[in-house]
């Protein structure tokens, strides 16, 4: 299929595409807002060495090695409980005595990324009440400041700064709302283009057509009026029953004749009566 073509076959099945779209969208919104919104708290570490290595580079290569150490230790079990016993005002009833649910749970709430070529660490966590995530930032740092010589080799020649102090966002950053709905959009686009590519002549209903219910007519035979026999034996039996049953009412819905058919038909029916 040609780009042209396809172009018209998107013009041609735009409501399909329009359609996954939003029910792309709506389950982004709905994963959003189902999830907590929490904040942000925020410090920036720097690492450096008090020996003599010889050259900066090598310094450097050194800085770096360590910060990537560093980062990868916060989100070990044994980091977790220093932080705990670290005296900080922390909320620890958000955690369970299942150490594998506390360390999916720390990993949720802490991240600590390296920046390249510097020896820096960014230190974020998240949590629903802002003073909750203060409290877990500054134990982290804390702990890299005070006991990051039990995760190298080094001793006392690493020194952890703090450059930037714990600063916790105004506003929730997680659920992240305009990327989700960003994402929804885009995978609706994809699936919908998808569709119409895959089956360019398939129509999609929600609502299915109901058929009309079939149409029941009763049969009656004919009556045959037959010479040199009495009227009453031209009529079957399911005649007779149905007309000796006939409700009153129905003959009232009947349009209205004058008034010599009226006499006639009524003469006719008292004799078709006295003949039965």
Known sequence: ????EFFNLIRKRKQIILLAV???LLISLALTFISPLEYR????????????????????RSNQFLSTVLSEVV???SFFEQVLGAGFNIDQTIFSADQNKNMKKWRQLVSAKPISDTGMIVINTYNE??????????AVAYILQTKNSLYHGLGDKVSVKVIDKTI????????????NIALGIVSGLLVG???????????FRLKKEAKPAPRLEKNYEPIKLVSNRPVSQNFSRETKRDFLNMKPEAAEKEPELPIEEEKDIDSFTG????LF
């Open 75 to 77: 989100y070990s079990s």
């Open 193 to 203: 283009f998808c569709f119409v590519y895959l089956y360019p002549e398939k129509k």
């Open 271 to 274: 004799d078709i009566r006295n």
């Open 129 to 138: 009440d802002k003073y909750q995530a203060s409290q877990i930032n500054q």
């Open 41 to 60: 708290a925020t410090t920036k570490l720097l690492i450096t060495q008090n020996n003599n290595l010889g050259d900066a580079y090598s310094l450097s």
């Open 22 to 24: 939003f029910l792309f």
């Open 1 to 4: 299929m040609e780009f042209s």
């Open 168 to 179: 916790v966002s105004n506003w929730p950053v997680r659920p992240n709302v305009i990327l």
